[in-house]
């Protein structure tokens, strides 16, 4: 996902002092994923990316994969060596893989909002990473806002349950007509 910071902030290292803690949740039907938490974007990031490959299983030729963008804006504490050790010993207590960190972050303090969102279908299947759209939620407030520049790259792959396993077994009589 790729930032858009002020070029004074960004080149010149000047300006926003500002951290995010991100994290995506991915949705397919009632499966849930969520990625691994980012917990230091500032104004030296171009970009965020996640490195996680979310697998669905069973899904319907005409699933909608949601996905939802939640970041944290980093207050508490300006030093940068200390926010990503407590807010990953905060997140690391979570109780599960897909819901813990937003449990995690709302008995912690740490208020995760939601940014953006995207829908994928399988026209948007391709061996090849592509770029996404990505519609951007809480423009109220600006400063508290994750700087994204509106859309994402990723590579959505789709293989057919058939392929999966053995469908039928046992012999195979073969009869010649002729």
């Known amino acids: 996902m790729p930032l858009i910071w002020k070029g004074t902030d960004h080149f ?3 300006g926003d002092y500002r951290r995010f803690a991100v994290f995506c949740i991915l949705r397919v039907g009632t499966e849930i994923y969520d990625t691994v938490l980012a917990n230091t974007v500032d104004r030296s990031m ?3 990316s ?3 490959a ?9 699933f909608e994969l949601r996905m939802e963008v939640y970041s944290c804006l980093l207050q508490n504490d300006l030093s940068i060596a200390s926010t990503p050790r407590k807010l990953k010993k905060r997140i690391s ?7 813990g960190r937003k449990a995690a972050a709302g008995l912690s303090g740490e208020r995760f909002d939601l940014v953006a969102r ?3 279908k399988l026209a948007d299947s391709s061996p090849e990473p592509h770029a996404h759209d990505l519609l951007l939620e809480n423009l109220e407030n600006a400063h508290h806002q994750l700087p994204l520049f509106g859309y994402f790259c990723c590579r959505l792959a789709v293989r057919p349950h058939c392929l999966e396993g053995q469908r039928l077994t046992g012999p195979l009589l073969l009869v010649e007509v002729g």
């Open 12 to 14: 010149k290292n000047r």
């Open 46 to 48: 171009t970009d965020i």
């Open 50 to 52: 996640f490195d996680d």
């Open 54 to 62: 979310i697998i669905f299983h069973d899904v319907p030729p005409d």
């Open 93 to 99: 207590s979570s109780l599960s893989r897909t819901l």
């Open 118 to 120: 995207a829908s994928l």
